[in-house]
């Protein structure tokens, strides 16, 4: 069976949850990897076959989506032109985690495919949403990658078609250890969105991975850390 992998590579959770299904579904048969997307920093040990700029997301200085650089950097003429571009009808099986270009494709050439991850768990209404709800953001998680099937990821099954987190088999396998802090990677928020709250909890203490930080330093009940060294560092 040849399996097409479209891979949102809008930050690093996509390509990491990839890394760890690859090898199962390498058990079913060929995979071939699209990674789609500009603003990733992991490096993506897949079979990549195809890639591209994408519909990438981005976020604003607090965590939100910065619309207004997505309308900037993206381009619709282009997408849908690689959109119908890509071979999908070589393919048995077309897994979409969430990528904008293979979605449109599947729709140009009329074929199924299964959009797979957090986001599918929102094509239930039983899945939880903020009290105040963001229209925009609804929209584009029901109709930025839709696809026939579902298969939804969330930490409680809100609906039939949704099922656990993919977790690294290290982290299921480990001991629990309390160490006495609060393990804070965000990068996608800026440092004044989120230190006035943690000062506001002078008894936690929070080792803070922050881009812009030179080396290991304290402040208060904050220990800052070079972001980029996250994954090689012990905490």
Not at 21 to 37: A, I, K, T
Not at 128 to 144: D, F, H, N, V
Not at 145 to 166: C, E, K, M, R
Request: hydrophobic share 40%; glycine share 6%; with cysteine.
């Amino acid at each position: 069976m040849k399996i097409f992998y479209a891979v949102q590579a809008t930050g690093n959770g996509h390509i990491s949850r990839a890394t760890q299904l690859l090898p199962y579904l390498q058990q079913h048969g060929e995979v071939d990897v699209f990674l789609s997307g500009a603003n990733a920093t992991l490096p993506a040990q897949l079979p990549v076959r195809y890639s591209s700029k994408g519909m990438s997301l981005f976020y604003s200085a607090c965590g939100g989506l910065n619309y207004k650089k997505m309308w900037r950097e993206n381009s619709l003429f282009r997408a849908t032109r690689e959109a119908k571009d890509l071979p999908l009808e070589q393919y048995d099986v077309i897994l979409n985690d969430f990528d904008f270009i293979t979605a449109r494709a599947c729709k140009i050439k009329g074929l199924p495919s299964v959009q797979f991850g957090h986001q599918a768990s929102f094509m239930s209404a039983q899945t939880p949403r903020p009290a105040q709800r963001s229209l925009m953001g609804e929209l584009i998680l029901k109709q930025y990658a839709p696809a026939t099937h579902y298969v939804g990821l969330h930490f409680q099954q809100y609906d039939s078609f949704i099922l656990p987190p993919v977790i690294k088999q290290e982290f299921l396998q480990a001991e629990p250890l309390d160490n006495g802090h609060v393990t804070v990677y965000l990068p996608a928020y800026e440092q004044h969105c989120l230190e006035e709250h943690f000062r506001h909890h002078p008894g936690v203490h929070f080792h803070w991975f922050l881009k812009g930080i030179q080396q290991i330093e304290r402040v208060g009940n904050i220990t800052f850390f070079r972001w980029i060294n996250c994954c090689s560092t012990r905490v």
